[in-house]
């Protein structure tokens, strides 16, 4: 291995694992984390919002520790896996030479620092990039019918941890045309596909509920160029942090000498110029351009080795940033470091404020597919997550979990209540409420589906009940809620329902209910669409239509 890897290279690769091991161990989870573990506490081949590499990573972690590093095991691993990778992807024989200037690099880019440990869609991602890139580079050199078959696991693996990385295939596929008439290129195709079909199958049994989410039901906002497009640069900077300079300039020097670097060229400038468009349409999040530190942490070492200038400026600011970092991840841990709060502090301990006070019946969370599953991670008891009208759609509102607080005695938090039974504390000062219910009901699965009629403001509606229960129809009571053009809700209205039969009285298990209405005036100008809710047992309306463009 020494060969390949020289020894202070095995040794900084074991100091950063055992750092990343450490970190993990000591950082609280960050919401996103406590939601992702969630996934993996009911393993499938798919979730609402992801596809499921990062459940299956949490899975296995949990394999081997409790708590938090039972959550981020495999991404320490993975980290490692990632910086071995993209060693063997550089091949100037220099680089030997050279192996703290490399850590220096990887360990400036700020969200490949930070994926080191903690578990996300994109640590995966950006382990599978490299894997590809590694294996693409083999094909290019020989195309052996094994690789092309790893090829095509990897790519599979790829599309398994986050949708966009269909990207990472395309624009290195566009670099080089020629090689779909290669038949072991296909061959690639053919077994990524067939390793893909359970997400297919899966997406399939549900609606395509992530596609339509991400595509068409996800908010968004007017433009606004500081929000969208400069943050957009900004973002570009911040991934790269003090070495943000020297990095783009070797990207704006680079050649591409064969089919390899070209693909990294292609691979780069594809995801800056494709979400640089999309920044006009809404803000671009940072982790979703993160791909780029995959080609351009080679593009950059190979930019190093090649100019002592650079080289040297590198360098010093790599000690920088090593500095600036670490204390970083010592705040993390220890939030006094910092005046400013993280979702890594407190987390705790507001969580065992209102545990004492719920003791261990479940929680109810109103809105929020964040506080529920960091809730349930640190106390142990069962929380859930009640969507309506003012908030999204989540993995809680696919999964069964809402049947394990029905009939139940719960605890209903809500950020809209003033007062309640109890009340806690987040870390940020924010004082929530809470109140007893003894045996919660909610229907928040119940389907409006809205069909349009020859009249302009009529419109029939079908409410199907997917529950293996009976659900009395004079518990449901209606509602229209009115949202831009950009899908925020501005107006909530009354709808009255017209029953087509009769003296119905109970919606059946797995049956239809039929009824028409007509729109309600809306007090708001020009709204954009309505979507049908209901409400039950005096909750706030969920989610139970699709949001409907309203035609002028």
């Not at 400026?313 to 970092?325: K, V």
Request: hydrophobic share 45%; with cysteine; aromatic share 18%.
């Amino acid at each position: 291995m020494t060969q390949k890897f020289p020894r202070l290279f095995l040794i900084l690769l074991a100091t950063l694992f055992v750092l990343n091991l450490v970190q993990s161990y000591f950082t609280e989870l960050i919401y996103d984390e406590a939601y992702y573990w969630y996934y993996a506490q009911n393993l499938d081949w798919g979730y609402f919002d992801h596809p499921p590499m990062v459940a299956f990573l949490i899975e296995i972690s949990s394999w081997f520790f409790n708590g938090e590093l039972g959550v981020r095991f495999m991404s320490c691993v993975l980290s490692v896996g990632t910086y071995m990778i993209l060693w063997l992807l550089i091949d100037n024989p220099k680089k030997k030479d050279y192996v703290l200037h490399f850590f220096l690099l990887m360990f400036s880019m700020t969200l490949m620092n930070a994926y080191g440990f903690l578990t996300l869609p994109d640590t995966p991602l950006l382990f599978f990039t490299a894997l590809f890139l590694l294996l693409y580079k083999r094909f290019l050199e020989n195309p052996t019918l094994w690789v092309s078959v790893f090829m095509g696991m990897v790519m599979a693996a790829l599309m398994y941890s986050k949708y966009h990385a269909v990207l990472v295939i395309l624009f290195v596929l566009l670099s080089n045309i020629k090689i779909v008439r290669d038949w072991k290129a296909w061959l690639a195709v053919v077994i990524a596909l067939i390793c893909y079909t359970p997400h297919f199958l899966w997406l399939y049994q549900h609606d395509f509920v992530s596609i339509k989410y991400h595509l068409y039901e996800r908010p968004n906002q007017a433009y606004s160029f500081t929000k969208f497009t400069l943050g957009y640069f900004v973002n570009l900077i911040a991934i790269f942090g003090l070495l943000f300079y020297w990095v783009y300039l070797s990207l704006y020097k680079a050649k591409a000498s064969d089919k390899f670097s070209k693909a990294l060229l292609f691979l780069t400038y594809g995801f800056l110029l494709f979400f640089f468009v999309s920044s006009f349409n809404r803000r671009v999040q940072t982790q979703w351009i993160i791909i780029v530190s995959i080609p351009m942490a080679i593009i950059a070492f190979n930019h190093l080795l090649e100019n002592a200038k650079s080289r040297k400026w590198m360098y010093r600011m790599g000690i920088a940033s090593l500095i600036i970092l670490l204390y970083a991840r010592a705040w993390l841990v220890y939030q006094p470091l910092l005046p400013k709060l993280y979702e890594t502090h407190g987390n705790k301990e507001w969580v065992a404020s209102l545990n004492s006070k719920a003791g261990d019946i479940p929680i109810v969370f109103e809105n929020s597919y964040r506080r529920a599953p960091m809730y349930e991670f640190y106390s142990g008891n069962p929380a859930f997550s009640l969507n309506n009208h003012m908030y999204r759609k989540n993995q809680y509102s696919i999964d069964g979990s809402e049947e394990r607080v029905r009939g139940e005695k719960v605890l209903y938090s809500s950020k809209y209540r003033n007062a309640g039974d109890i009340s806690y504390k987040h870390p940020d000062s924010t004082i929530f409420y809470g109140a007893f219910m003894e045996g919660f009901q909610s229907y928040r699965k119940l389907q409006c589906i809205v069909e349009k009629t020859e009249d302009a403001f009529q419109y029939n509606l079908k409410v199907y009940n997917p529950y293996g229960f009976d659900i009395p129809l004079e518990q449901l009571k209606y509602t229209i809620a009115y949202s831009n053009k950009y899908k925020q809700v501005k107006e909530l209205k009354s709808l009255r329902v017209q029953a087509i039969q009769l003296n119905q009285l109970m919606l059946k298990s797995r049956d239809t209910a039929f009824f028409n209405f007509q729109l309600p005036i809306p007090k708001m100008e020009n709204p954009g669409y309505f979507r049908v809710g209901i409400s039950e047992h005096d909750l706030l309306p969920g989610l139970n239509g699709k949001p409907i463009k309203i035609n002028e």
